[in-house]
Nanobody, 112 residues
């Protein structure tokens, strides 16, 4: 069974940066798309970014130009680099392998 483990969340001032990491334990990472979602209290979970097995990427409009999703297949790891963070980016960020697994989430808090 695939397991995902996120790390890199924390407390940061507005305008700062964070790099989230997600390590997958499964054996099919290199041929799977990967995604980052986030959920703020009282709000629905939303898709932040997707990276395909071929490394094509897509982003939510709210983070375009500020976030970069990438992957390192040799390390079974997907990353989310977040720059110019805003208070509205505050949420629990979840790593997702579509149709297979969710991570436990990592808290990102951006103070103004």
């Amino acid at each position: 069974q695939v397991q995902l483990a996120e790390s890199g969340g924390g407390l940061v001032q507005a305008g700062g940066s964070l790099r989230l990491s997600c390590v997958a334990s499964g054996s099919i990472f290199s041929i799977s798309a990967m995604a980052w979602y986030r959920q703020a209290p009282g709000k629905q979970r939303e898709l932040v970014a997707v990276i395909t097995s071929g490394a094509a990427t897509n982003y939510a409009d709210s983070v375009k130009g500020r976030c970069t999703i990438s992957r390192d297949n040799a390390k079974n790891t997907v990353y989310l680099q977040m720059n110019s963070l805003k208070p509205e980016d505050t949420a629990v960020y979840y790593c997702n392998q579509p149709a297979r697994a969710w991570g436990q989430g990592t808290q990102v808090t951006v103070s103004s």
